[in-house]
């Protein structure tokens, strides 16, 4: 792992803007889109992964596809931090199947979750009989997503 940020060129941020949209590219398909020879590719996306730039591909699910066509970001503020604990809320809000992601935050909240379900008398039904009866709870805002467009994001300077 190196010790600060690595030095990326075009090609190098080239590949890892197709591996952000695509992860399951092979080498030889990266190779073919930015002129490289397979094993040149590979080598680069090696070099990307032992820096840590890379840190791993996953498999993209359709919740949609699943029957999960709703997705709500909640900011949650627990009532008085010092009543509950951090690690308590966090265990159980983690036992929640329809929390996708939990971020403790920084801000007018406490936590900011992605709550997936079926549709939105789904959704009330995790918010009233799971979310708001976790240990702390004290306001919650619901946000529900309507469209969502991914972006690799900043990928580093010349």
Excluded: C
Excluded at 25 to 54: C, H, I, K, N
Aim: glycine share 10%.
């Amino acid at each position: 792992m190196s010790v600060g940020p690595i030095d990326l060129d075009d090609t190098d941020r080239a590949i890892l803007r197709a591996l952000s949209l695509d992860g399951t590219l092979s080498a030889g398909e990266l190779g073919r889109r930015f002129g490289l020879s397979q094993p040149a590719a590979w080598r680069r996306v090696r070099r990307l992964e032992e820096a840590g730039v890379l840190a791993g591909r996953r498999v993209e699910v359709d919740r949609e596809q699943l029957g999960f066509g709703v997705t709500v970001f909640l900011g949650v503020k627990l009532a008085t931090k010092g009543r509950v604990s951090l690690e308590d809320f966090e265990r159980a809000v983690t036992a929640i199947p329809e929390v996708q992601v939990v971020q403790h935050v920084l801000g007018l909240f406490d936590y900011r979750l992605r709550v997936v379900a079926r549709d939105l008398a789904d959704f009330e039904r995790v918010l009233r009989r799971r979310v708001m009866t976790l240990p702390g709870v004290g306001s919650v805002e619901a946000n529900v997503l309507l469209t969502e467009e991914r972006r690799p994001g900043p990928l580093g300077h010349g």
